[in-house]
């Protein structure tokens, strides 16, 4: 191996290396010597029809490893570069960088989630508002790997050696079970930035719209949090009456407190609640399932919220005025643990669980 004399801009850390071998034939008299190949001294020589071979190696002052970039040949050199070998490195190590920059995208907003649910079979999104943190939900279902693998691949994702510096509304964090693994969101800034830990490795990531989208992807996943934060099937609460008293209680008083005490600043965040009128509509025969509803009213901490406009909702007059007014059905269910769990909740279509 010969190292090549190449500008000085290149530095110390591309290096171009002549390989140069040579093998010896018991009979070199019966080699067919074809594709520019070369016998001397009865010894084969490197060359070929592309002339001989050029390793392009790169050193990663980080950890003084060497990484092998690609190889090139005299031919190529020649006809491309004018037998310039630093401009053919350079050539070849800029693909070099923009083929690990995409794999390495495509590995973080893709299969790096997958890896992390899978690696626990769960993961836990937690969030943290101003130093302070508030619930953390953790799911087995890998339904919200996927669900998280689609919003990542609505951006563009650009390595970068530090996080951003604009300050950060929120951060939201999505971990393995283990905690392992972990991908950390940063609201705020012109590109919004992302970590992703993994044992001792640790990335930063800048992350923009490829699309146009009008939301960062710290929001787009600060709003899958707060459907977590709002899921019906966290409810669940005691009460002894009868059908009519269990809807009362879940309307004016759990479903209620529900809503008041979701985390701040979220898209389905309110300041006040108040029922409007309510009904069952029907009861199971066993008696542990109730179909019922409520119109509501709520004081919006954001009044255009996406989250809180979905679906049936007007705007309030008279008494509400500068209230959101809506409505919901919901199904209610004692289970095995005696207390009454809400199992379905939206719009309209619920229908009651089979005895």
């Known amino acids: 191996m010969t190292r090549l004399d190449t500008d000085s801009n290149l530095g110390n850390d591309i290096n171009v290396w002549l390989l140069e071998y040579r093998i010896k034939p018991e009979n070199p008299d019966k080699v067919v010597m074809a594709g520019g190949m070369r016998l001397e001294d009865g010894w084969i020589t490197e060359w070929g029809s592309t002339g001989q071979p050029y390793l392009v190696l790169v050193r990663h002052t980080a950890d ?32 070099y960088l923009s083929d690990e920059k995409q794999s390495s995208a495509a590995d973080i907003s893709g299969n790096a989630m997958y890896m992390l649910f899978d690696s626990g079979k769960s993961l836990a999104v ?19 790997a996927e669900r998280f693998v689609v919003l990542m691949n609505i951006y563009n994702w650009t390595k970068t050696d530090m996080p951003g510096t604009a300050p950060s509304n929120f951060q939201l964090t999505v971990s393995s079970a283990d905690g392992s693994a972990c991908f950390t969101y940063w609201q705020g800034g012109d590109a919004e930035t992302v970590q992703y830990v993994d044992g001792g490795e640790t990335t930063y990531w800048l992350v923009t719209s490829k699309y146009g989208n009008t939301i960062g992807i710290a929001e787009a996943m600060r709003a899958e949090y707060d459907n977590m934060d709002v899921d019906c099937v966290r409810i669940s609460f005691d009460e002894k009456g009868t059908a009519e008293k269990v809807t009362e209680t879940f309307v004016k008083d759990v479903y209620a407190d529900h809503l008041l ?44 919220s996406a989250g809180l406009w979905a679906g049936n909702t007007v705007k309030g007059t008279g008494k509400y005025e500068g209230w959101l007014v809506m409505s919901r059905e919901f199904v209610l269910q004692k289970q095995a643990d005696g207390y009454w769990h809400c199992i379905d909740l939206g719009t309209g279509g619920a229908s009651l669980p089979e005895d």
């Open 261 to 304: 005490d979701l985390e701040p600043s979220g898209i389905y965040s309110i300041s006040d609640y108040e029922v409007v009128d309510w009904g069952v509509n029907k009861v199971s025969d066993n008696k542990a399932a109730i179909l019922g509803w409520v119109k509501f009213a709520v004081i919006p901490q954001d009044y255009n």
């Open 64 to 95: 003084e490893s060497w990484v092998r970039v690609g190889v090139t040949n005299t031919l190529t050199v020649t006809e491309d570069y004018g037998g310039n070998y630093s401009q053919a490195a350079v050539d070849m190590y800029n693909k």
């Open 126 to 144: 937690g969030l943290n508002i101003a130093g302070k943190a508030y619930n953390t939900y953790t799911t087995d279902n890998r339904w919200y």
